[in-house]
Nanobody, 123 residues
Framework: QVQLVESGGGLVQAGGSLRLSCAAS????????MGWFRQAPGKEREFVAR????????NYADSVKGRFTISRDNAKHTVYLEMTSLAPEDTAVYYC????????????????WGQGTQVTVSS
């Protein structure tokens, strides 16, 4: 089993920044690809970013490219999402996810999910 716990969400003004963290435990999470997803009110959950087990392969949704940065520290079993130039449309619950693979393709679905952390961007 893999447990994922997100933190770092909150309320921020448009143009501000936040850093989300995802603490992972259980099994060998350092060998799993990891990702971030988000779900806004009334919308489906959407992909934000993913990276491979060693951070060598990284993908972003077009809507966050150039503003968000995903990274990981395998020694700390933690994945981060640095978010800058936040806009009201970034308001959502952000979920950390783990894939049962070292590298995840766009068609793969995560096998594990965290509980989510709320990010609210005020205009």
């Amino acid at each position: 089993q893999v447990q994922l716990v997100e933190s770092g969400g909150g309320l921020v003004q448009a143009g501000g920044s936040l850093r989300l963290s995802c603490a992972a435990s259980g099994r060998t999470v350092s060998e799993y690809a990891m990702g971030w997803f988000r779900q806004a009110p009334g919308k489906e959950r959407e992909f934000v970013a993913r990276l491979s087990w060693n951070g060598g392969y990284i993908n972003y949704a077009d809507s966050v490219k150039g503003r968000f940065t995903i990274s990981r520290d395998n020694a700390k079993h933690t994945v981060y999402l640095e978010m800058t130039s936040l806009a009201p449309e970034d308001t959502a619950v952000y979920y950390c996810a783990a894939y049962s693979a070292m590298v995840a393709s766009a068609t793969m679905r995560p096998g594990y999910w965290g509980q989510g952390t709320q990010v609210t961007v005020s205009s």
